[in-house]
């Protein structure tokens, strides 16, 4: 089946914004770097981890087409005095409007960057059927965010310490836009995920599930909950980011494969 194009609608900008809203969750963090500039002729992203997660990524360029060239060369030295390697997504309103082909004459090839998906909400499909004693709560304080982590580094199967400090720092008030859910068991907790509402959209990220928890439907669950709670907000769509492994339980949610004009090229530094 063909991607649905959402290439031309103003659903890129806003999938845009709402990544460089997660990121910035992430500043300031020990060994974390950051640029984010905004000017009235050129607006730049990038963010550095020097983590598996949240990761390292340009997110945004938008630059006169005069001397972009050296512009490009000054973006990857400063990068370069932090990290060997960056993933540049670049979206279809940014500038020059030739930027993908200028990284792909520099031999950066360019891909679609990953498993992007798209549901609308006027409908959900029925949530999945769970085990008994199955529950979802919202994440509302420190022990609880502790907790999330750590079902998250389970089903990641990786350390995310930088997330609690991130999440705990944002807070869980009624101004917080990033929002965290946990599914437990009766009291055992085994699947999380985010839902965080910025720059004009609303979007699931970091749903994970352990090994010996999975396949009863609990990270469909959750998603659900999630989608659930977006469609309450007023939004009429969404959108996933999927590793390959979660892509058919976001399916089964009704969520298609979409191509939202968004290409990924990949820098290394030339070492030798």
């Known amino acids: 089946m063909a991607k649905l194009d959402l ?17 910035r969750l992430f500043a300031g963090l020990p060994g ?16 550095v981890s020097n983590k598996p997660a949240p990761g390292n990524s340009i997110l945004r360029a938008r ?10 060369d000054a973006l990857f030295a400063e990068i370069g005095r932090n990290i060997d390697e960056i993933d540049w997504m670049v979206y279809p309103g940014d500038q ?47 022990r609880m965010m502790a907790e999330w982590v750590r079902v998250s580094e389970a089903g990641f199967e990786g350390e995310l310490g930088c997330f609690y400090d991130a999440y705990a720092r944002h807070g869980y008030g009624p101004g917080a836009f990033s929002l965290h859910y946990t599914g437990y068991l009766g009291d055992i907790p085994v699947t999380s995920g985010t839902l965080l509402d910025a720059g004009g959209t609303a979007a699931i990220y970091d749903v994970s599930t352990p090994r010996e928890y999975r396949r009863q439907g609990l990270g469909g669950a959750i998603t659900h909950a999630l989608m659930a709670e977006i ?42």
Do not use: C
């Open 96 to 142: 020059p409007a030739d930027l993908g082909r200028r990284l792909e004459a520099r031999g950066m090839q360019g891909g679609p960057g990953g498993n992007w998906l798209w549901t609308g909400l006027a409908s959900l499909v029925p949530a999945p059927t769970t085990p008994d004693g199955f529950h979802i709560e919202r994440v509302i304080d420190d």
């Open 32 to 47: 974390m770097v950051m640029e984010d500039s905004a000017h009235p002729d050129e607006e730049t992203f990038w963010f």
């Open 7 to 23: 290439s031309s609608s103003e659903i890129p900008g806003r999938i845009q914004q709402n990544l460089i809203a997660y990121m």
């Open 231 to 272: 469609q309450r907000r007023g939004y009429g769509e969404t959108w996933i980011w999927s590793s390959d492994i979660a892509r058919s339980v976001y399916q089964k949610l009704g969520f298609v494969e979409a191509d939202f004009g968004v290409r990924e090229y990949h820098w290394r530094k030339n070492t030798a």
């Open 63 to 72: 630059w006169r087409k005069e001397g972009v060239e050296d512009r490009i």
